[in-house]
């Protein structure tokens, strides 16, 4: 649940915070189609026809917050999804800031190419989400896909809004392993 401490928060308390949707509804779209219909249609200020994914400010809301603000209906979910801009480092850099106040979003591996026809549509980054400061942060259970429109492999981002997939991920697999 929330921390109505956060001043974000707070706000949200008297609010509704889910999406309404029709019973039975579940949102999971593929990677082609959350970057090439919601997310360009997010960029170029277009109507989305069903309104499920929201607006946040992901580096003044903690990983365990954006579920409940997150929310499609009323089911229990283990994905959210949300559109944020991304927050520069330094004013004339190109570093992303990817702090909270609880933590920091580290990004692992490499970015992978979304292609829809061969043609290049965009990129999804992943990330872990880290409690403390880097570099001594501790690593949680939160991962989240950053996904961004792009021309070309080695190009720049099109634009500084992405759209994100946030998760919270469960080790029984690998608890089963251990016994």
């Keep these: 649940m929330f921390n109505y401490s956060c001043k974000i928060c707070a706000g949200l308390k008297n609010m509704n915070t889910f999406s309404h949707v029709p019973p039975g509804f579940r949102f999971h779209p593929t990677d082609e189609e959350l970057v090439d219909y919601y997310l360009r249609k997010k960029i170029a200020s277009k109507k989305i026809d069903l309104d499920v994914i929201r607006d946040v400010d992901l ?11 997150c929310k499609i209906g009323t089911e229990d979910q283990n994905e959210w999804y949300f559109f944020s801009h991304k927050d520069k480092k330094y004013p004339t850099g190109t570093r992303t800031n990817r702090a909270t106040k609880a933590g920091f ?3 692992t591996g490499r ?6 026809r061969h043609n ?3 990129m999804r980054k992943t990330l872990v989400f880290y409690k403390g ?13 950053e996904y961004r429109l792009e021309t070309n492999e080695n190009g720049p981002p099109q634009a500084s809004i992405f759209i994100s997939l946030l998760t919270l991920q469960q080790f029984l697999h690998a608890l089963a392993f251990k016994l």
């Design 111 to 116: 970015d992978k190419a979304i292609y829809i």
């Design 105 to 107: 979003w580290k990004a």
């Design 133 to 145: 400061r880097a570099p001594n942060g501790q690593k949680s259970d939160w991962i989240m896909h």
């Design 120 to 122: 290049l549509v965009g």
């Design 59 to 69: 580096y003044k809301i903690e990983p365990w917050d954006l579920q409940e603000l």
